[in-house]
């Protein structure tokens, strides 16, 4: 070989070799590499308006055809890689050889990105009657935090958001968020361990025990204090807040808040006039409850399902009776005449996309009462309850385990707490199975990461319960359960931080927004609650047993059928 050759080959060769391996590039490159790389990026940037920091390095041997491309300090692309649509990358950033990054994806600073790994930020549509590649394409986007390493062979589809200084580990498929500080492996991938535990997960499983031991203690001295404060003697009634008027639900939370601390009936009044008055109240024409008027008389309900002023009090009225040893004194008639055809058509007439709550609200009422009834030997009409749970069985979304459609304004929230109402009153009250309980924990644990709910400061009863009880419901799936724990574990340090002494809780969080605001002094609705929760979370913790009491009525754990008694 000629020397003149040999010297071309040499240098070809070393040229090549920087492609490969770039992160030496501007260290080992000559001077004309260098200045072919400058004229590169100066083309780039002038064609096409990408953006280039300094020392950054774009092998020739990449497929680089963004729309937007903006590379931080010290970024490099090696040979083989392949990157389209607009990609942004921080500060000491590498895509490595045949790496695909396409689509929108953003990267932090110091992410790593191994060989033959594909961050994908699109998808094509799948519609059975159009040919895949005549599908359009859609975009959620993949975002990377700062600090994070990209094994080889790992796939990250659209999405999906990693956190800061995770990592995912070689031939990961990730399709779910990995928390910050998170190590990912397997198909689908889940969390191995940390590589930077976040505070919750590091504190003892001891001092969490603790605080839920001091914290039952704490509940039951106070209890007969925060059923006295809300007792009105003149009237012999339970308000939900002092000076507030009375309501049938506050005389329920009583009772409900007597037996979890007290194991047994308000003192206020004995058991057998408590069990009277209610049982008094219910219409027997409807078999409901109308709340109290200005007489503390309930007011007769309207015939149907449900009158919205009655409707929660099958489920509130029914557990307190129950928890008092007694029952309704009527079976519920409007749901005990109701034949399959009005069950479904009463389905159907609920509007699920737009307010799952509500619809959840009206199936949990309907499932109660077919409860309550069966109880009494009235079981209705034939194929009725099936045709409730054959309804929601067939109509649950196998991708997110739930009913209903998030929407831009509350994203989730209406979904999730339509689904614990709805699932309450029917799968869990008759100990059926739920449907797709992985994706019922998927879709939770979601709406959980949502700031707007579940900032320590802006959580509430119904929201942080909406969430409790469905993942309660599903742990027996074994899915994700790490993540479960961690964030029940969360939720419950907050919680028990919330008791005030003598009072119980308040239904809201209190928050500069809503300082002196109603929601957040402590009554007995709030407290009623917030009980059920710290048990359900401790429980998902694991360490239930040191609170000292459980759930038995509304928000009981177990299968209310299963036991004989609710």
């Given amino acids: 070989m000629e020397t003149g050759a040999h010297e071309d080959l040499t240098a070809e060769f070393g040229r090549s070799a920087l492609d490969f391996t770039p992160w030496g590039f501007w260290a080992e490159a000559g001077e004309e590499q260098r200045e072919r790389q400058r004229r ?6 002038a064609e096409r308006g990408y953006a280039f920091g300094e020392a950054c390095f774009v092998s020739e041997l990449a497929s680089v055809t ?12 090696a040979a083989g890689a392949y990157l389209s649509g607009t990609v942004r990358a921080g500060r000491d950033c590498s895509v490595n050889p045949y790496a695909v990054v396409r689509g929108d994806v953003r990267l932090g600073d110091g992410v790593r990105i191994g060989a033959h790994s594909s961050l994908l930020g699109f998808n094509h549509t799948m519609e059975p009657d159009l040919e895949v590649h005549r599908q359009p394409l859609q975009s959620v986007g993949v975002t990377v935090g700062d600090d994070v390493w990209v094994g080889s062979h790992v796939v990250v589809l659209d999405g999906v958001t990693v956190g800061d200084k995770a990592v995912l580990a070689a031939g990961a498929v990730v399709t779910k968020d990995v928390p910050a500080g998170a190590v990912v492996g397997g198909n689908p991938a889940r969390r191995i361990r940390w590589r930077v535990p976040p505070p919750s997960a590091t504190a003892p499983v001891g001092s969490l025990a603790g605080t839920a031991r001091a914290f039952g203690d704490r509940a039951r001295e106070q209890a007969r204090a925060v059923l006295d404060r809300c007792w009105d003697p003149a009237v012999g009634l339970f308000a939900d807040k002092p000076d507030a008027a009375a309501t049938v639900r506050a005389q329920c939370d009583a009772v409900e808040i007597a037996d979890l601390l007290l194991a047994g009936p308000p003192p206020q009044l004995p058991a057998d006039q408590q069990v009277e008055r209610l049982r008094s109240w219910q219409d027997p024409a409807t078999g409901l409850v109308g709340e109290l008027g200005p ?9 149907g399902l449900f ?26 008639r409007v749901v005990a005449d109701a034949s399959p055809g009005d069950v479904v058509a009463g389905l159907e007439r609920q509007d699920w996309a737009a307010d799952a709550w509500a619809a959840g609200n009206w199936t949990d009422i309907l499932g109660t009462a077919m409860h309550w009834n069966r109880r009494q030997g009235v079981p209705g009409a034939p ?7 054959g309804w929601l069985l067939t109509r649950a979304d196998p991708r997110t385990g739930l009913w209903g459609a998030p929407d831009d304004t509350r994203g989730l929230l209406r979904v999730v707490n339509g689904y614990y109402r709805a699932s309450r009153g029917t799968f869990a009250q008759f100990g059926v199975p739920v449907p797709y309980p992985e994706r019922v924990v998927d879709t939770v644990l979601e709406h959980a990461r949502d700031p707007r709910w579940f900032r320590p400061e802006r959580q509430n009863a119904c929201n942080v319960l909406d969430v409790a009880h469905p993942l309660w419901l599903t742990r027996g799936s074994g899915h994700r359960g790490d993540e479960v724990v961690e964030l029940a574990r969360g939720l419950l340090g907050g919680a028990l931080g919330r008791w005030v002494d003598g009072e119980g809780f308040g239904f809201q969080a209190p928050h500069p927004s809503t300082a002196g605001a109603a929601a957040t002094a402590p009554g007995l609705q709030g407290s009623e609650m917030w009980l059920a929760i710290v048990w359900l979370l401790a429980d998902l913790a694991g360490v239930a047993d040191e609170l000292g009491y459980r759930p038995r009525g509304v928000h009981r754990p177990e299968p209310a059928e299963a036991t004989g008694r609710a």
């Fill in 40 to 45: 590169l990026q100066g083309g780039l940037a």
């Fill in 66 to 77: 963004n729309e937007e491309l903006e590379l931080g300090d010290r970024t490099y692309v």
């Fill in 295 to 303: 007489d503390l008389a309930p007011v007769p309900p309207r015939p």
């Fill in 307 to 332: 009158d919205p002023a009655a409707g929660y009090h099958v489920l509130s009225v029914g557990y307190a009776l129950d928890l008092l040893g007694s029952a309704f004194a009527h079976p519920v």
């Fill in 383 to 389: 194929g009725a309850r099936e045709a409730l749970l």
